[in-house]
């Protein structure tokens, strides 16, 4: 019984670890299908504006020049950071669209470049941008109201020259 055991006993080893070798192995034709998803990815991040945890980059304007995303408060990520990037000076208009029209949403603050802060503000909001460089805004509930606001909104942001 002894002899039995100790010659099936390295076949069994030996058994197990050419399938996990088996399974790790990718032929060239998955490595060019995964490249090829990511690519796809990547270029429809391009056009859209998107929520990644709890916070949404503005990366890409629309036709009219104006930043459009679509973004979920939940109970998980009850405050929302959208950053943006200002290149020049002008008045901020941006606006908080909830799919009911009213909701207990609001710019809770600004965050300027140089760490400064103000707020808070309603569901719209007009500020000068007086600095150049990266900007968030802060979305979430009054916390003076009931009912906190759960659910998608949609926040879309503009920034106007102003002529001096």
């Not at 002899?3 to 192995?25: A, G, H, Y």
């Not at 916070?55 to 629309?62: D, G, R």
């Not at 710019?107 to 808070?120: A, L, Y």
């Not at 460089?133 to 509930?141: M, N, P, R």
Request: proline share 4%.
């Amino acid at each position: 019984m002894k002899n039995f055991l100790m010659v099936t006993l390295p076949f069994l080893l030996f058994s197990c670890q050419q399938k996990e070798n088996k399974s790790t192995t990718v032929s060239s034709s998955d490595s060019i299908q995964v490249t090829q998803n990511a690519e796809e990815s990547k270029i429809e991040n391009r056009t859209e504006n998107k929520q990644t945890g709890d916070t949404i980059f503005m990366n890409f304007k629309n036709e009219q020049n104006i930043y459009i995303a679509e973004g979920t408060v939940d109970s998980i990520h009850s405050r929302i950071y959208v950053k943006f990037k200002n290149e020049e000076s002008g008045e901020l208009n941006a606006k908080i669209m909830p799919p009911t029209g009213k909701g207990n949403i609001r710019f809770n603050q600004i965050i300027f470049p140089d760490k400064t802060s103000d707020g808070p503000f309603g569901m719209d909001m007009k500020i000068p941008l007086k600095q150049k460089g990266s900007y968030i805004l802060v979305i979430g509930h009054s916390q003076m109201a009931d009912n906190p606001f759960w659910g998608k909104f949609k926040v879309e942001l503009e920034n106007k020259k102003v002529a001096e």
